[in-house]
């Protein structure tokens, strides 16, 4: 082989050259470990976390990966991106199909409140008041990413989630300034109102992954893997029962109307 040529394999092979694996005839590694040590001996956190970051997490940082990640898998069918899904369903597209249909809606208004809360914590921490943040949100009319809940007055996964992070912070597993920061801005949220705004899951699930130091894009990505399981859960549930092109609506309903009245051409 000339010079010539072993130059322009090595810029064939390079085009796609990658740190996160290498694939070799009868070998699989998967950030430098064979895959058949790892299969058995580590979680499917653990293996999201290394594929992610290059090195296996802690035992403390694969817990609260692990508890954000089974937080969120999913809000029942009444949420765009499940009832999308079921929809597809039923529409004679393949599994794979239809929780890429749900996936898909995965956006910055369905799905964005957790990265969009990782860099409003990330301005607090970097020194900006709560009260500042909260203020310049009212005056647009914006709502405070990761904070209230159009059905649950106390968000039932704030707790246990926020929980496990405060004993993070106290074994020195992360620490604690996206929690304060949380706390912080939850705080002032409330002030002056007769209702509190509590902390929701995208805010609980923010403060773990900007604790466990993923960048804020990554926690959308997180996010959307977790969710990704209740998607194909309630895509396959609804396989099963046979209905053809379900609709958003039950059959003996049509959607309203408010256009012209019927008129002759």
């Not at 890429?100 to 607090?124: K, Y």
């Not at 002032?188 to 109102?193: I, V």
Request: with cysteine.
């Amino acid at each position: 082989m000339t010079k010539s040529n072993t130059i322009d394999a090595d810029q064939v092979t390079g085009w796609w050259s990658t740190a996160v694996s290498r694939i070799r005839p009868g070998e699989i590694l998967l950030r430098g470990y064979p895959v058949e040590q790892l299969i058995g001996r580590i979680t499917f956190a653990q293996q999201v976390w290394l594929m992610l970051r290059g090195e296996l997490p802690t035992p403390g940082q694969a817990r609260l990966l692990e508890a954000a990640l089974v937080a969120a898998v999913d809000h029942g069918p009444q949420a765009p991106s499940i009832a999308s899904a079921r929809m597809a369903a039923t529409c004679g597209v393949g599994l794979n199909s239809a929780v890429a249909t749900g996936v898909g809606l995965l956006g910055d208004t369905h799905g964005g409140a957790g990265q969009q809360c990782m860099e409003v914590l990330a301005r607090i921490t970097a020194g900006e008041q709560a009260r500042g943040v909260v203020a310049e949100h009212r005056a647009r009319g914006a709502y405070v990413p990761g904070f209230g809940h159009r059905f649950h007055p106390h968000d039932p996964r704030r707790d246990p989630l926020l929980a496990l992070v405060r004993e993070a912070v106290d074994a020195g597993e992360v620490t604690g300034e996206a929690l304060a920061a949380g706390l912080v801005l939850e705080k002032a949220l409330s002030e002056g109102r007769t209702r509190p705004v509590p902390m929701n899951i995208d805010g609980a699930t923010a403060i773990i992954f900007a604790e466990l130091g993923f960048p804020a894009e990554l926690g959308r990505g997180l996010f959307v893997l977790s969710r990704s399981v209740g998607i194909l859960a309630h895509a396959w549930e609804e396989t099963q029962g046979g209905a053809r092109i379900k609709g958003p609506l039950p059959r003996p309903l049509l959607a309203g109307y408010h256009g012209t009245s019927p008129r002759a051409l």
